[in-house]
């Protein structure tokens, strides 16, 4: 490990804020007092039991709907185009989809618009909670969509770990239909491989603001909201209080996890003992038809949502059953536009920061494990650490720390905080890219006369183009959707896109909100965009280059 | 051109020989077999020779060309031709390119895409220059890799069944381009095979790599 610097800088660099974060956490949150405080608030149990029940079921129906959609997808053959459409709603930060679904789903919202008044009868909005419900269901929906999403592509990059084809025909041949052959013989080893982003969607479900701010229930907010609320707050007495909900958080998401991890041994168990059952299920087309149903609602869901934010980022007044707004059309635009460029500049500029210095970090540790899988699996796990806590847990301590250094709300300390989520991501896409290179390629160059730096540059730097292409525009969007970590290592001095809308959902202002979802949504897309294009363009006389 | 010389050459795993110290010289133009079966060590002395040893693998004894010792010396600075069963021509790079990695430095930019261009239509490849490799065939492409190992000028021509993965056809028509090239620049060429046709038509010495253990497996 020694012998390799840039595998120890990688680690370090991600694993010690991390674990000072906790410490730090851990220091100042216990209070005795604090923590009576937070007890004793109203309704707080009910909060911290609504954060749990959104993540738990979120995640239980996500991982359900992910295996599934693999499984049809890869035994059907539309393996490249359930990639193609997972990758866009991937792309979308939480908050944009939060407030995409907000836009969506309210009473007056672009669906109710859609069957009003022809099918619903209604001239003015119903007095419904669609959003916001008291049982988290909205918060659960987009906690779905995206989770689903993300699930897809772990499992799709495990696929490369196992013999998935030849398992399937296997069963397949035994006389299993399509889908319990991939459940039963494919789908348990691919769980194995996709535990740590398992975790990590479950701790974000439970912890998360981006989604629970737009659709999360009101009174009382989920647990992660109500800290939320009290970090905001003026009063420094309330500041304790949170400090203290952190560990609180940490706690109650711990004990899911755990609880999760048991389910799941049962689940295993359940699962087992129905293949020896012995039955076929040789003809699921209906049910096969009923997940293509679900995961064409999704997708669909997921596009309204953006033209949801397109139209009322757009609007002035917008009369309740009018579909499109009247008049008055990128007024909004102009109250925000001074404000919203020095925005977007700040974004990008963290994003393209994030994205370079992460590649730099990234690029010679792969290097240096590019032949030891094992060590690729210690790191990814390491880099995994900041995921795999609540964010508001560790980053609270993170920020205690920054202000007694004295850099808490500079770029760099701010910039640390995105690298930390980009890192992991990062290592993902390239680590695997780095070793899947032939080996003799960088042997001919050698042989041919080509040193070790030129061999890199010349051979191995043009092989892995296409995914540093990729790695750059996911680190970028990683970066773009970030919240938290940039309101506290930020001391509330770096106005993004996702601040913006995250203050503007907080205060109920869905109009002004949309105009920096908007954002969000779109600089990603872009990035996702250019990353292919010139991957392409760069390669397009070139088959055999690595995709 | 100077002989390769091996002295007392031997691989070991975990401290296991893999076969008896080997002592022998490939004389300049001439063909030195290396026949043995798998495992027998016969693709690692090629690439113990290149200095691209797998960490797993340890070795003793001096390679030499002429008087000079190629032990200490990097991979780069040794230039011993290397040809591998696969061509592995970049991907990244057209033919020329390819090429044009592999010739020796110096002069100008025309004159070397000239000096490319003729290599190509001395294979019979003329007008390939431009190609993306991925789309030659696996004959035209085992041709450009060994125009791109001739360009760099080496001083001894390794191959490691360069011509088994090639149909009966081709086979032949590489085998005899690539024996009367290193002919004709008098390079001292050591080749492993499997293919009894691939020693006829070498026609030099052969040296078996059956291992000390070699008995007492079997």
């Known amino acids: ?547 | 051109m100077k002989p390769l010389q091996l002295d007392k050459v031997v691989l070991s795993v975990d401290g296991a020989a893999l076969f008896e110290p080997l002592s022998f010289s490939v004389l300049p133009g001439t063909v030195t077999s290396l026949l043995g079966p798998s495992g027998s060590g016969k693709s690692s002395l090629l690439a113990y020779l290149c200095g691209i040893l797998p960490p797993a693998i340890t070795a003793s004894g001096a390679i030499r060309i002429g008087d000079e010792n190629l032990g200490r010396l990097p991979t780069e600075k040794r230039r011993l031709g290397l040809l591998f069963q696969d061509p592995l021509l970049f991907p990244h790079l057209d033919v020329a390119g390819n090429l044009l990695f592999g010739l020796s430095r110096g002069g100008s930019r025309a004159e070397r895409r000239r000096r490319v261009d003729e290599a190509l239509a001395s294979v019979g490849l003329g007008g390939f220059a431009d190609r993306d490799p991925a789309t030659l065939s696996g004959g035209q492409q085992a041709r450009v890799a060994l125009l791109r190992v001739l360009l760099a000028e080496p001083r001894a021509l390794l191959l490691d069944e360069p011509f088994s993965s090639l149909d009966d056809d081709n086979r032949e028509r590489v085998r005899k381009l690539v024996f009367d090239e290193a002919h004709r620049r008098e390079l001292p060429t050591l080749l492993v095979t499997h293919d009894e046709q691939d020693v006829v038509a070498a026609g030099g010495a052969v040296i078996n790599l059956s291992g000390p253990n070699a008995d007492k497996k079997e």
């Open chain 1, 1 to 547: 490990m020694l012998r390799r610097p840039a595998i120890v800088i990688l680690v370090a660099v991600s694993a010690v804020p991390t674990i000072a974060g906790l410490a730090a956490a851990l220091w100042f949150g216990l209070d005795a007092g604090a923590f009576s405080r937070v007890l004793g608030t109203p309704g707080v149990g009910l909060s911290i039991a609504s954060s749990i029940w959104s993540g738990s079921i979120a995640t239980v129906i996500s991982l359900m709907l992910a295996h599934l959609a693999v499984g049809l997808a890869v035994s059907g053959g539309w393996r490249t185009r359930l990639n193609a459409l997972t990758l866009p709603l991937l792309a979308m930060p939480h908050l944009a989809v939060g407030i995409g679904l907000a836009l969506l789903l309210a009473p007056s919202g672009v669906l109710m618009r859609l069957l009003s008044p022809w099918a619903t009868g209604f001239e003015l909005p119903p007095d419904w909670l669609t959003v916001q419900d008291p049982a988290a269901l909205s918060l659960i929906a987009g906690l779905v969509l995206k989770e689903t999403c993300f699930l897809i592509m772990a499992l799709m990059a495990a696929l490369a770990q196992v013999p998935s084809a030849r398992l399937q025909l296997q069963a397949q041949t035994l006389g299993y239909g399509p889908l319990k052959s991939w459940l039963t013989a494919v789908a348990p080893l691919l769980q194995q491989q996709i535990r740590l982003p398992l975790a990590a969607v479950l701790v974000f479900g439970i912890s998360n603001v981006e989604l629970a701010i737009p659709l999360g229930p009101g009174l009382p907010p989920t647990f992660s909201v109500l800290l939320w609320r009290w970090f905001t707050d003026a009063n420094p007495l309330i500041h304790s209080q949170a400090y203290a909900g952190t560990l609180l958080l940490l706690l109650a998401t711990a004990a899911t996890v755990v609880a999760a991890m048991t389910v799941s041994n049962l689940a295993r168990y359940v699962l087992r003992s129905s293949v020896q059952g012995g039955r076929r299920h040789s003809d699921d087309r209906f049910a096969q038809g009923v997940i293509k149903a679900t995961l064409i609602l999704l997708w669909t869901v997921g596009v309204l949502a953006i033209v949801a934010i397109v139209l009322r980022s757009v609007s002035g007044a917008w009369r309740f059953p009018a579909l499109l707004p009247a008049g008055d059309w990128l007024s909004r635009w102009n109250d925000v536009l001074p404000t919203a460029g020095n925005t977007a500049a700040i974004t990008v500029a963290l994003a393209t920061a994030t994205a370079l210095v992460g590649l730099a970090l990234v690029l010679p540790a792969a290097e240096q494990c590019r032949h030891d899988a094992r060590t690729r699996a210690t790191v990814g796990a390491w880099l995994f650490l900041p995921l795999l806590v609540p964010q508001m847990t560790f980053l609270f301590g993170v920020q205690v720390l920054l202000v007694r250094m004295n850099i808490d709300g500079t770029f760099v300390a701010v910039l640390w905080s995105h690298l930390l989520f980009a890192l992991p991501y990062l290592w993902g896409l390239l680590a695997p890219a780095r070793a899947a290179i032939d080996p003799r390629y960088r042997q001919v160059a050698a042989t041919l006369g080509a040193p070790p730096s030129r061999a890199w540059l010349t051979v191995t730097l043009p092989l892995l183009a296409r995914s540093g292409l990729l790695a750059l525009a996911l680190a970028f969007s990683v970066s773009i959707a970030l919240y938290l970590p940039t309101l506290f290592a930020g001391a509330g001095r770096f106005a993004t896109a996702a601040t913006e809308a995250a203050a503007a959902a907080g205060s109920g202002n869905l109009r002004l909100a949309s105009v920096h979802a908007l954002l969000l949504a779109v600089l990603p897309l872009i990035a996702f965009a250019g990353a292919y294009a010139s991957g392409s363009w760069l390669f397009r006389h070139r088959q055999g280059v690595p995709r």
